[in-house]
């Protein structure tokens, strides 16, 4: 062979077998499903504990003897430290990559989860909340961005109804270890050892998780500017509803066990039951809406759905027809569940994708406060009434959420015109 045969011999690429190209294809397949199922079951950690404090709070309440409207104390510093994990989930995955991140944030989680349930104070309690929101924002942020990246919108729908079934098994796994006591503390402690075993699978698979900083940067390019959204009427009513409507959700799911176990005097367990059932109902929206979630967007059913929640509200305010009370509740939690997916995916369309951008941010920030605020509120108003004040705040939330939307609507016709 001459010098310069040799020389063309090495610049030609090795030929590929079919059973190289076949283990390749093999292999990439199977980190897409260790990576899906490290974040299904990510999303049923994150959602437990959001399950489980309704039904824990009274044995936490009377560990430290604290009044029943300081839950929503709790809530909100669980809150502060999602949105500030939120916030700066950006900046955090691209200085470490997104697998250096998701390692990260797990940790974090861990942490927040085994301090909470060793937390010999009521003050500490409040910091180690922070913490263990910080984690679940950035971790939250961090999955919703490889999903949104590499997968289709009906296993992004699917990601989220897990986060619903790991809400819906809260009120049952505190019936598992009781609900007096100091058995909340074993659940918080059980949750660590489990996300301790999730952050092992981010460690061993955390060169999977591909992130393209690129793409992007050149998003980020096109985008309006912060001040130029928010100048947008619709942007300001979209952050409203989803304040309001995402508030409903997590008001429902928090004081429901309260209010039928110590208001109504209705059997803890019983009212345990029900209080999962909610979350259940919620997780089956989620499902069902992932079958039809590419081709289901529909001004029509969000106020259809809005006007399911104000009727399940008023029959959640009927105190004493148990049966009519639960089922309303049941039919807030099915009518809720779609509501997010509806308007997070009809928001381009509505704005324009250079502000949908800025605005879907806006929108699961102002989700987040809605989280906290809306629970809170109702913890007050019971002080000065009683927690029966639930089911028509309820109603009334879902009356102006349905009054938001119609604005909105109208914004949006004003724009296609």
Not at 122 to 138: A, E, K, M, N, R
Not at 303 to 314: D, E, H, K
């Amino acid at each position: 062979m001459t010098p310069q045969t040799e020389r063309q011999a090495k610049l030609q690429p090795e030929p590929v077998s079919p059973g190289q190209i076949k283990a390749e294809t093999g292999s990439r397949q199977s980190s897409r499903r260790l990576r899906v199922a490290l974040a299904w079951l990510s999303f049923v950690f994150l959602g437990i504990p959001g399950g489980a404090i309704g039904v824990a709070w009274p044995a936490i309440r009377d560990t430290w003897s604290l009044p029943t409207a300081w839950l929503g104390i709790l809530l909100l510093a669980f809150t502060g430290g999602y949105l500030c994990g939120a916030f700066v989930s950006g900046r955090v995955i691209t200085r470490l990559g997104l697998g250096h991140a998701l390692l990260l944030s797990s940790g974090i989680i861990v942490l927040g989860l085994a301090s909470f349930g060793l937390s010999p104070t009521w003050g500490l309690l409040i910091l180690t909340s922070y913490l263990l929101g910080t984690g679940q924002g950035i971790l939250d942020a961090g999955i919703n961005l490889h999903f949104a990246n590499h997968f289709s919108a009906r296993m992004m729908n699917w990601l989220h109804a897990f986060f619903s079934i790991g809400a819906a098994m809260g009120p049952f796994t505190v019936q598992l270890v009781g609900t007096t006591g100091e058995g909340w503390r074993l659940l918080w402690l059980s949750l660590a050892l489990g996300q301790l075993l999730l952050t092992a699978g981010f460690a061993l698979t955390r060169g999977n998780w591909l992130h393209s900083p690129e793409i992007a940067a050149s998003r980020l390019e096109e985008t309006p500017s912060t001040l130029a959204t928010l100048r947008r009427p619709p942007v300001l009513l979209g952050m409203a509803l989803f304040f309001v409507f995402v508030g409903i959700e997590s008001t429902a799911g928090s004081w429901s066990f309260v209010l039928f176990s110590e208001t109504r005097e209705i059997d803890d367990r019983m009212s345990a039951t029900w209080a999962g059932l909610y979350w259940i109902a919620f997780a089956l929206g989620r499902i069902a809406y992932g079958f039809v979630a590419e081709r289901f967007v529909s001004e029509k059913a969000v106020r259809v759905l809005f006007l399911a929640i104000l009727l399940g509200a008023t029959m959640f305010s009927l105190r004493d027809f148990v049966e009519i009370s639960v089922a309303g509740l049941l039919l807030i939690g099915m009518a809720q569940a779609p509501i997010f997916p509806l308007l997070i995916t009809a928001t381009p369309e509505r704005l324009g994708t250079g502000h949908a951008t800025n605005a879907v941010g806006f929108q699961i920030s102002a989700a987040g406060l809605g989280i906290a605020c809306l629970p809170a509120l109702v913890g007050y108003l019971a002080t000065l009434a009683s927690l029966e004040i639930l089911g028509p705040f309820l109603a009334v939330s879902a009356l102006l959420c349905l009054i938001l939307f119609h604005f909105i609507t109208r914004q949006g016709q004003a724009r296609r015109r």
